[in-house]
């Protein structure tokens, strides 16, 4: 019995130790507010530009059969990087967009 119990604290030890390896720092304000009222328009702004510059370019991006890497990248990726990313998270990586919640 005194194995078992003991055996089970060490469990709980290395699994409080690596709970805390997964847990996320939390978000600094600044950052979120300079994110809301800075980077949030800008990157609006970005995002219909891009949608702007896509059609001037689909005359030269049909022939080539770039259009949907021309979409991505002109269209896409800004709207993604302004309507999914975290508040105040800057190390976002365009093109792995999480469900809320899922890790």
Not at 1 to 16: G, P, R, S
Not at 78 to 89: A, I, K, N, S, V
């Amino acid at each position: 019995m005194k194995k078992t119990a003991i055996a089970f604290l060490v469990v709980c030890a290395l699994i409080a130790g690596a709970a805390q390896a997964f847990a996320e720092p939390p978000k600094d304000g600044m950052a979120i507010v300079a994110d809301v009222l800075i980077v949030r328009p800008v990157g609006l702004v970005a995002g219909v530009f891009g949608s702007v510059m896509f059609i001037v370019s689909l005359p030269f991006s049909i022939p080539s059969d770039s259009v949907g890497t021309a979409g991505k990248l002109l269209v896409a990726d800004p709207f993604e990087f302004t309507f999914q990313r975290p508040l105040g998270d800057f190390d976002y990586k365009v093109g792995q967009a999480q469900m809320p919640g899922a890790q």
